[in-house]
């Protein structure tokens, strides 16, 4: 157990709708990565939050956008869904972000869009 | 482009085999490295991780890991296996500049011969 909650653990949907994904991060973290995986694209960097404000983006469409709130916790907010954007959405949490550090990750929340 | 290549998609091994998995890397500099293994509907554990100083690197599970920098490789090895090591296993790169960004691989899928 990383010590990363993610929520919920799976979740269908239909093209079209709009789904939150939420993640607590380990305690004491500041940082929240969320990643997006997919038997096509693999392992996808989406954002990067530390202590409330983005810190870096990676490939994450206009259609998502993620939050960290005062209590460090996070969501993941997807619109518009459409097929491709079934997925397994992972959260990762470190202690800062501000150098390298190793991130620990949440189990996942799978995504099906029909 | 940084990027991380895992030239095996599947690899079967026998219980008790020895076992490396492949992963080389493009980036200008020695970049920060990294092992991590997803077990079947988990997220990702930290295997092992190198930054710099001595070129093998212990891990977890019996794990280790050598960088060599003239082939811009970072092996994984265990000498050898248990049923329970069957997972996928990805390797990651992070540039030691910028936003310190995953960049991940590919995966490679373990199966364990009983």
């Known amino acids: 157990d990383s010590g990363v909650t993610q929520t919920p653990k799976h979740l269908i949907t239909a093209t079209g709708q709009r789904v939150t994904l939420r993640c607590s991060p380990r305690?004491?973290?500041?940082?929240v990565y969320w990643y997006q995986q997919s038997l096509d694209q693999g392992l996808q960097f989406l954002i990067q939050?530390?202590?409330?404000?983005?810190?870096a983006k990676g490939n994450i469409l206009e259609r998502f956008s993620a939050q960290q709130f005062p209590d460090l916790h996070s969501e993941l907010n997807l619109s518009s869904l459409e097929l491709g954007d079934s997925a397994l959405y992972f959260c990762a949490s470190s202690s800062s972000g501000g150098g390298i550090e190793t991130q620990y990750f949440g189990p996942g929340t799978r995504l099906l869009v029909l | 482009a940084q990027s991380v290549t895992q030239p095996d998609i599947h690899i079967t091994v026998s219980e008790g085999a020895s076992l490396e998995l492949r992963c080389n890397y493009s980036y200008g500099a020695t970049p920060y490295l990294f092992w991590y293994v997803q077990s079947p509907g988990q997220g990702l554990q930290l295997l092992l991780k190198y930054f710099s100083g001595d070129t093998l690197v212990q891990g977890i599970k019996g794990f280790e890991a050598e960088f060599k920098r003239s082939q811009s490789s970072f092996n994984l090895r265990k000498p050898s296996v248990h049923w329970s090591d069957a997972a996928e296993y990805f390797c990651?790169?992070?540039?030691?500049?910028?936003?310190?960004?995953?960049?991940f691989g590919t995966g490679t899928r373990l199966k364990v011969l009983a």
């Open positions: 990651a790169v992070v540039p030691t500049s910028g936003t310190y960004k995953y960049i």
């Open positions: 939050y530390y202590n409330g404000e983005e810190r």
């Open positions: 305690s004491g973290d500041l940082s």
